[in-house]
């Protein structure tokens, strides 16, 4: 089997490795013995050697001021806040009981909820997502998925209105009242939350295409990767603590942190927006 992925590569896939492909131009193809024991790439590795490499710093510097990819680098983060900003409140929100405004189920219920939502989720990138982008392009789709997480964040206290108005709230060690048709509520936030989530694919293909130099290509997501690392590192603690503070001192019926969640995400979303003039530029 090897053997038959060794001479179907060779017969009819192109080499992508640079320094191959430049001395397959120039001198001619490459022979079996040559690209199983490398010997045909000597000459280009020479060239290599010769040529110095790029300050990767100074490059690093070059793209942090790029007017067209510090706006995305940016939105890296952002997006990666608002992602992980919901994760960690919506489990505190379903895990606290309903007098403070919470759904007060159970852990495995939440779990189960989870659960299924992640396996919507799994679908709707493979299916759903290609269409899409297929359809509208990287940067409209991905404004619109950003826009979603505000819509998430807003039907968060809608939701808790309408429990408070329905269910009584109970004392410990009573057990809550089961929520029945109010899953669907429920539900129509975390299918919001997965529509939201299509961001980070579409956010990917933004960034390959705000490259203003192939060599810079792991450069550039790199500091993308760690604008989403510092966004994930962020988010569940200043989130939390949000969570906690206005449930605690009950700021603003103890919507405080989805007010301050639904504002950023309004404004992620209008920055969104000028990303496409900017990467259209590159």
Aim: glycine residues 8%; charged residues 15%.
């Amino acid at each position: 089997m090897w053997r038959t992925a060794m001479f179907t590569t060779l017969l009819f896939m192109d080499e992508s490795l640079l320094r191959i492909a430049k001395r397959s131009t120039d001198e001619g193809p490459l022979t079996v013995d040559e690209a199983v024991n490398g010997t045909g790439s000597a000459n280009a590795d020479r060239e290599d050697r010769s040529q110095p490499p790029p300050p990767r710093r100074s490059q690093t510097i070059t793209l942090l001021l790029d007017s067209a990819v510090a706006p995305v680098i940016f939105m890296g983060f952002c997006m990666s806040f608002l992602i992980n900003a919901f994760t960690s409140t919506f489990v505190l929100w379903t895990y606290t009981p309903l007098r403070l405004g919470g759904l007060q189920r159970e852990p495995a219920e939440i779990g189960l909820v989870i659960s299924v939502i992640g396996t919507l989720g799994i679908a709707m990138s493979t299916m759903v997502f290609p269409y899409l982008h297929a359809r509208f392009k990287s940067v409209p789709l991905f404004t619109a998925c950003v826009g979603f997480w505000g819509v998430a964040y807003a039907l968060i206290p809608l939701v808790e209105m309408i429990v408070r108005n329905v269910l009584q709230p109970t004392q410990p060690p009573e057990p809550a009242p089961p929520l029945k048709g109010l899953w669907g509520l429920v539900l129509c936030i975390l299918v919001t939350q997965r529509i939201g989530s299509m961001a980070y694919p579409a956010y990917m293909l933004v960034v390959k295409e705000a490259m203003p130099d192939p060599a810079a290509v792991g450069t550039l997501f790199g500091l993308a990767t760690a604008a989403n690392c510092l966004g994930e590192g962020t988010a569940p603690a200043i989130a939390s603590s949000l969570f906690a503070l206005s449930v605690d001192r009950n700021l603003l019926g103890g919507n405080l942190v989805w007010i301050i969640l639904i504002a950023l995400a309004a404004f992620a979303t209008w920055f969104a927006r000028g990303l496409k003039s900017r990467v259209e530029g590159t």
